[in-house]
């Protein structure tokens, strides 16, 4: 019941998150329900939705754990997963800190643009990486699954991987696209 669970929390985090981006593009009842801080209310909502699906994985890697023997010898497995835990929320730190809450958590859904859309940003961890957001969430949860050598954390990762993926490919990335094709034909 917890693997359906994770699957569920994961799946219905990137649903809540595109949904809540599009309404408030398309009505702007959030910013007037909240009003010019509205985009700050939406960030702590969003984390607190990351959150619950953290919750709910975290529920399944524990139940799950040690079914996956990490062929490491004693601290390795612990200090392997715990560096990488720390790259992939420092990528996500790195990630914020390049384009600040407002950009990071669907500001230009808000209306607060930038010169390009996320997908030309070129400082920070988008020298390197298309998406580090979701990179550095995957890799936390790997690490995650390693910790608890969990092989339905595994399969998790693998799938939080494609339901990004797919976000980004069919809802963010043409969403994104609309907004900045609208602003360009009001120049």
Known sequence: MSFLAAL?????????????AQIE????????????H???????????????RDHFIDQQLRADSNTFPVPLIGWLP????WTLFLFGIGLNLWTLYTLGIKGMYNGDSFGFLFDAPRCKV?????????????????????AAALYYQSVTGLY???????????????????????????????K
């Open 8 to 20: 569920a929390a994961i799946v219905l985090h990137v649903v809540n998150y595109n949904v809540t």
């Open 78 to 81: 612990l200090l392997t997963s």
């Open 38 to 52: 509205a985009i700050y209310y939406y960030a702590v909502y969003l984390v607190s939705s990351a959150a619950v």
């Open 122 to 142: 070129t400082t920070g961890p988008y020298q390197y990486l298309e998406d580090p957001q979701y990179v550095g969430t995957a890799i936390a949860m790997f």
């Open 156 to 186: 998790l990762t693998i799938f939080l991987m494609l339901v990004f993926y797919l976000s980004v490919k069919y809802v963010e990335g043409p969403h994104m696209h609309r907004i900045y094709s609208e602003k360009n034909k009001k």
């Open 25 to 36: 593009y398309n009505t702007r009842i959030f910013t007037r329900l909240l009003g010019k």
